[in-house]
Every structure is written in structure tokens, then in C-alpha cells.
């Protein structure tokens, strides 16, 4: 596990420059991307670097690692996250998605696991975390190896969707599964801002367990974690501070 630590006005930079380094991955690069505030900055500077040519997407192939069971329309729902905050960068393709137009769900879920493996798995995943330390809507009690499927929302992830959804805020959710995220070539983990701060080093320091999916990143054979001050200010000073190969911070 590599631990990049921030300044929180150098997240985006630092998560671009790692966006555009895995795309040396594979020549065709397949990343799951995330919704939600913590990537923001991080497609904020993919746009801007674009836009002044200064980097080029074109080849990246993305997957939405999940999506609201409502309606795809609705201003909370990932599609419309996707319209407003990828498709806006210069180059960006079009990201493959679960559509909430399908008539079945379980049959949505499985044609979305069958494309990751069609495609022959993600380069790399970008995972936010949960304040109960969910990765996409893979919830406390997910096993390692689950499929993509449709799941029941946890009390916390539908309090942080209420923000935009409201009284119309979806039960369901349709997820890739742990199996195929963890799978990933290259795992990273954002995080960022104080309230993510304990659930940060339960994650990293705590045990590896389906209570905490987001622990299992610790022994991904390639995990790299970029966390802004904030959210790494739980985290025991020696992790931090280490240098080399298993932490870098950045001043
Ligand atoms: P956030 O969501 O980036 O809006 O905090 C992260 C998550 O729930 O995975």
C-alpha cells in the first residue's frame, strides 16, 4: 500500500497526476470511476488540464462503479453526476453505466459484471470511502468476492443522498461487486476532510475485514491511498511520516 498525503488545496492536483499515470497501465486503460464530493477537484483538473491541452483522456474507458435505483434523470442520481462532471472534460468518453431504465435489476447488475470481465477487468479502480467504510454500495458485511449487483442502501448511505434526493431518496442501489473492484490491476482510495478522518484509520490501521469493505484495500497488491491532511489526521504519525515506498508526503 502506497500513502500519499496532502495538502487539501493539492488533492485534485495530486489525484489527476495519478488519474493520467495509470493510464500507462494498459494501452487501452478501463478505470472505475466514483461519484460523490471527494473525486470533484480530481475531474476539476482533468478538465482544466484538457482544456489547456495539457492532457489527454481520449484513451481511458470508464465504468460508474454504481448507481442510485431511481430514476436516471433525477439531479442526485450517478448518470446525472457522470453528465455534469466527466462528460464535460474535453476527450472524456462516454462511461459505461448502470441504466435504471432496465426492467430487471438482477439482470442489469450481471450484464455490468460480465462487461468488467468482457473487457478484461479494470486497470484501475477509483474508490471514495463511506463513513461506515463502504467502497461504491458494497456495505459493512459485503464479502470479498461479491458480484455486481443490487443491494439494500445502509442508513448512512441514503442520510448522505437525502442532501439531493430528499423525500424521493432510493432504497436500492446496484453496485459493481467487491470482487471485481478489488480485482482492479491498481486500487486507490480518496479520501478527504475531517469527518473521514476516523473511518480513514479504521480502514488503514484496523482490521481486515467485510465489517470495514474499505479495509480490504490494505493488502491489495498495488493500493495506493491519497488522502488530504484532514483526513489522514487520525492516522498514527509513523504511517504518515514513513517515507519511500510505503508513504510519501507531500508539502
Ligand atoms: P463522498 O462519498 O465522496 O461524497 O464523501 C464517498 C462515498 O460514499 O463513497
Known amino acids: 500500500m502506497r500513502l500519499e498525503v496532502v495538502p487539501g488545496a493539492r488533492f485534485g ?29 480530481m475531474y476539476a483538473e482533468l478538465r482544466y488540464r484538457a482544456e489547456f491541452g495539457r492532457a489527454n483522456i481520449e484513451r481511458v474507458y ?16 450517478n448518470h446525472a453526476y ?12 462516454p462511461v459505461f453505466e448502470f441504466d435504471t431504465r432496465a426492467l430487471d435489476y438482477d439482470i442489469e447488475a450481471a450484464r455490468m459484471e460480465d462487461l468488467v470481465h468482457t473487457l478484461k477487468g479494470l486497470s484501475a479502480a477509483f474508490l471514495g470511502i463511506g463513513l461506515n467504510g463502504h467502497l461504491a454500495f458494497n456495505e459493512p458485511g459485503t464479502a470479498r468476492h461479491a458480484l455486481s449487483r443490487v443491494v439494500e442502501l445502509s442508513p ?3 442520510g448522505a443522498a437525502a442532501a439531493v434526493w430528499g423525500e424521493r431518496t432510493p432504497w436500492l442501489g446496484l453496485t459493481l461487486g467487491l470482487g471485481v473492484l478489488l480485482q482492479a490491476k491498481r486500487v486507490y482510495l480518496l479520501a478527504s476532510g475531517p469527518h473521514k478522518a476516523h473511518i480513514i484509520n479504521r480502514a488503514l490501521t484496523g482490521e481486515i475485514s467485510a465489517d470495514c469493505p474499505a479495509s480490504f484495500v490494505q493488502d491489495h497488491h498495488d493500493s495506493v491511498v491519497i488522502l488530504d491532511e484532514e483526513a489522514a489526521s487520525e492516522l498514527p504519525r509513523s504511517l504518515v511520516a514513513a517515507k519511500g515506498d510505503a508513504a510519501t508526503t507531500h508539502g
Open 156 to 158: 448512512e448511505s441514503r
Open 82 to 93: 457522470f453528465r455534469e462532471h466527466w462528460m464535460t472534460i474535453p476527450g472524456a468518453r
Open 62 to 77: 470508464a465504468v460508474a462503479i454504481d448507481e442510485y435505483a431511481g430514476p436516471r434523470d433525477h439531479a442526485g442520481s
Open 13 to 41: 492536483e495530486v489525484c489527476a497526476d495519478e488519474f493520467l499515470g495509470a493510464m500507462a497501465i494498459d494501452k487501452s486503460p478501463f478505470f472505475g470511476l466514483p461519484t460523490g464530493s471527494t473525486p470533484q477537484p
